[in-house]
C-alpha cells in the first residue's frame, strides 16, 4: 500500500466553475477526511466518513460543498460555483478502525485549488 | 475553539533543544502532534491520551496534562530534519458529537541552521 492518494494534485479554475476531487484512502481504513488548509493556518475540518456513512460535516461548509463515499472506498469531494475564497490545499486523511481513542490520520499531498 | 500553539516560530542550531506547547480550553480525549514540511502532507509523530501519558517517538517526546488541558512536545538534540511546522490536532471525548474529527493549532514553525 503507497498510502493516501488525491487527484488531481493542482486545480486552477475559474469563478463559477464547479470542481470535484477525489480521494483513495488507505485500503482497509475505514474512516476518511476532508481537510481544508489555507496558508499558514492549520487543517481545518470539513466533513468525516465512517465507511459510507457521513457521520459529520463542518457547519462552516457552505451548502456548495458536497461530499460522497459510495461503497466505502474512495471519496469525491465537490465545490460548486467556486469563488475566489475557496482557493486552499484541500487535504484527504484517513485512518483504521479503532476501539477507544482515534487513531493516527494518514494524509495524503493533497490538491491545491487557485481560483481565478 | 481552535487550540493554542506556542511560540509561533523558533530558530534552533543543530543539537540544540526546543518545546513546543499546545493548550485547549476544553476537556480534551487526545492530542495528536503532526509536522508538516513546505509544499507536503502533514507526517503523523505522536498520539497523546488524557491520564498524563508520555509517548516518545526518536529524539521527539510529548506529555499531556490533563489538568491544563495542555499538551507540550519536546524535542531534544535536533537535527535538520526537524525543520517544519508543527500541529498539534485535539480530540474531544467520545459521544460528543465530534465523529473524532481533529482540530488543529495555527501551528509553530521550526526552523534548525547549522
Known amino acids: 500500500d503507497t498510502g493516501v492518494s488525491q487527484d488531481p494534485r493542482h486545480k486552477i479554475t475559474k469563478r463559477g466553475q464547479n470542481v470535484t476531487f477525489r480521494c483513495d484512502p488507505i485500503s482497509e481504513h475505514n474512516r476518511l477526511y476532508w481537510y481544508r488548509q489555507t496558508l499558514g493556518q492549520g487543517p481545518e475540518f470539513l466533513t468525516y466518513f465512517q465507511n459510507e456513512a457521513q457521520l459529520e460535516k463542518s457547519r462552516l461548509l457552505s451548502d456548495r460543498f458536497s461530499a460522497e463515499r459510495p461503497k466505502g472506498s474512495f471519496s469525491t469531494l465537490e465545490i460548486q460555483r467556486t469563488e475566489q475564497g475557496d482557493s486552499a490545499m484541500y487535504l484527504c486523511a484517513s485512518s483504521p478502525r479503532a476501539k477507544g481513542p482515534r487513531g493516527e490520520q494518514f494524509f495524503g499531498p493533497g490538491t491545491r485549488l487557485t481560483v481565478l | ?114
Not at chain 2, 488524557?50 to 517526546?61: A, D
Not at chain 2, 491544563?68 to 535536533?78: G, N, V
Request: contains cysteine.
Open chain 2, 1 to 114: 475553539q481552535q487550540p493554542v500553539q506556542s511560540p509561533q516560530a523558533v530558530i534552533l542550531r543543530e543539537g540544540e533543544d526546543a518545546v513546543i506547547n499546545c493548550s485547549s480550553s476544553k476537556a480534551l480525549y487526545s492530542v495528536h502532534w503532526y509536522r508538516q514540511k513546505h509544499g507536503e502532507a502533514p507526517v503523523f509523530l505522536m498520539i497523546l491520551l488524557k491520564g498524563g501519558e508520555q509517548k516518545g517517538h526518536e529524539k521527539i517526546s510529548a506529555s499531556f496534562n490533563e489538568k491544563k488541558q495542555q499538551s507540550s512536545l519536546y524535542l531534544t538534540a535536533s537535527q535538520l530534519s526537524y525543520s517544519g511546522t508543527y500541529f498539534c490536532g485535539t480530540e474531544l471525548p467520545p459521544f460528543t458529537g465530534t465523529a473524532s474529527k481533529l482540530t488543529f493549532g495555527t501551528g509553530t514553525r521550526l526552523q534548525v541552521t547549522l
